[in-house]
């Protein structure tokens, strides 16, 4: 079974400072990941995934992550986080016996102050 | 991206009572949706999978007659929580994906605050 782990409740950044969230996954074959953003009392929004090709992958609002297929890695960053970047983060990954189904981490809470 | 509605995005109702959430894909049809129920600050988790025209796949735990699914059109799923109890409070997410794209992602509703008093 596919499964994605989150290893940090909570980062805490200052603003202007680099912004990074960290994800390892677990899965048989190749990995569909996802990275979601939720603000307080609303649903999912997507940042960004990575499905094949570059390690690299740009996304929504400045953000990134990079695909490290020997560290089982999938980290989002942002070279320089602001204050409305305070929220819930989720990686995810897809599970390949079901083609529709996310596997969700527990969530890291991003804190930015100003 | 494609966008998915779901309402209504708070309710409190009575224990005892009965109430229906609605998720709607708005500019895609969507063949399968899924419920999220999400305590505070905790991770989602996933609940039933809503097949159109066919029955909803609950995930172990979750009690089919409590949460009825119905998935009756291409665009609209529904949730209906029955003989609600405090402990059914929470945060109710639905999400879909357009099956016609290739390995898109899944987009989700804004969610529904549900808080039986």
């Known amino acids: 079974a596919q499964s994605v782990a989150q290893p940090e409740d909570q980062v805490n950044v200052a603003e202007g400072n680099p912004l990074t969230v960290k994800c390892t996954y677990s899965v048989s074959g190749n990995p569909y990941l996802f990275w979601y953003v939720q603000y307080p009392n609303r649903g999912l929004q997507f940042l960004l995934k990575?499905?094949?090709?570059?390690?690299l992958v740009k996304g929504s609002y400045g953000f990134e992550a990079e695909f490290n297929k020997s560290q089982t890695s999938f980290h989002l960053k942002k070279p320089s986080a602001l204050v409305s970047d305070s929220a819930l983060y989720f990686c995810?990954?897809?599970?390949?016996?079901?083609?529709?189904?996310?596997?969700f981490g527990a969530g890291t809470t991003v804190t930015v102050r100003a | 991206g494609a966008v998915v509605s779901q309402h209504p995005s708070r309710v409190i109702c009575k224990s005892g009572t009965s109430v229906k959430i609605e998720c709607r894909s708005l500019?895609?049809?969507?063949?399968?949706m899924f419920w999220y129920r999400q305590f505070p600050k905790q991770s989602l988790m996933l609940m039933a999978t809503?097949?159109?025209?066919?029955?909803?796949?609950?995930e172990q735990g979750v009690e089919k007659d409590k949460f009825l699914i119905n998935h009756a059109s291409l665009t609209l799923s529904t949730l209906t929580v029955t003989s609600a109890h405090p402990e059914d409070s929470s945060f109710y997410i639905c999400?879909?994906?357009?099956?016609?794209?290739?390995?898109?992602?899944?987009?989700f509703g804004q969610g529904t605050r549900l808080t039986v008093v």
């Open positions: 995810a990954v897809r599970d390949l016996s079901n083609d529709y189904k996310l596997s």
């Open positions: 500019d895609f049809q969507a063949t399968t």
């Open positions: 999400s879909a994906r357009d099956p016609w794209r290739e390995n898109t992602e899944a987009f």
């Open positions: 809503s097949n159109e025209g066919s029955k909803a796949t609950y």
């Open positions: 990575y499905i094949t090709g570059d390690n």
